[in-house]
């Protein structure tokens, strides 16, 4: 069974900054795309980045310059680094990844549990 499980996630001050990281466990083939989305009370869903299996990496405009998105492919791992932070970061961060189970299956998307980043004015 596939698992992906963030850590990292907790209560800093504005200007300050976190790190999350994301493993992927289980009988895995192949994994394609990985990344972050978060979502804030009555807000839509926000892709904040993502990067790609060989290294390519998108953002949300919101966090350019502030975010970097980086894995280890060896070790199933995405993280997520967020420096000045800002009140407006505050949202429950999940991970996700875009994974083949085999060599017969195509891609599927697979979610961690989500974790709560709150950043304090």
């Known amino acids: 069974q596939v698992q992906l499980v963030e850590s990292g996630g907790g209560l800093v001050q504005a200007g300050g900054s976190l790190r999350l990281s994301c493993v992927a466990s289980g009988s895995i083939y192949s994994i394609n795309d990985m990344g972050w989305y978060r979502q804030a009370p009555e807000e839509q869903r926000e892709l904040v980045a993502v990067v790609t299996s060989g290294g390519v990496t998108n953002y949300a405009d919101s966090v350019k310059g502030r975010f970097t998105i980086s894995r280890d492919n060896a070790k199933r791992t995405v993280s997520l680094q967020m420096n000045s932070l800002k009140p407006e970061d505050t949202a429950t961060y999940s991970c996700?990844?875009?994974?083949?189970?085999?060599?017969?299956?195509?891609?599927?998307?697979?979610w961690g549990q989500g974790t709560q980043v709150t950043v304090s004015s």
């Open positions: 996700y990844a875009d994974l083949r189970l085999s060599v017969r299956r195509v891609a599927d998307t697979y």
